[in-house]
């Protein structure tokens, strides 16, 4: 198991891929240790929802929530947490994991169980020819285990956030719909 970090450059070092495909990132850190803007703090604290993802969960997720400040902030927001999981899943980051899986780790980098209220999940199957594409580079879709995660958040939104084209993405406009309908 490796760790991944980001250098002063900002660069990820996590292409284990090619020379360790069969290891996983167990832990993220960035160095030097970076800090939140106090007016984004102050926006977060204040919102009436916070949401969290889309992306890759160790290359995009997790490193903002590695900046100091932002998850007490998430944490303490006045709102609720929302956390919308990737589609897929990532050669040599999150090969194997699940949905359950990906709010966990969230929740481990935000420093507590009930940190995330809400986690929006695609169900829908990926189109065939997708599956080959991204099969070969050995990325598969994220499974979405509604009953794993039912017991770590209050609400689990489950349906097609999913849009087919040359490539498997978040259907924006569906993501919009739900996380509107979280505002009330």
Sequence with gaps: ????????????HIDVRRVRPDL?????YLTPGAQAYPPAV???LAADLVVIGPGDLYTSVIPNLLVEGVPQAIRNSAGKVAYVCNLMTKRGETDGYKASDFLREVQRYLGGDEAVDVMLVNQEPAPQEILEEYGQEGSYPVEADVA?????VTQVI????ATAGTLWRHDAMALAEAVIGLTG
């Design 1 to 12: 198991m490796l760790p991944l970090y980001m250098d002063e450059d900002g660069e990820t």
């Design 24 to 28: 996983r990132i167990t832990e993220v």
């Design 42 to 44: 102050e926006a977060v």
């Design 148 to 152: 794993g995660c039912a017991y770590m």
């Design 158 to 161: 489950c349906k097609d956030f």
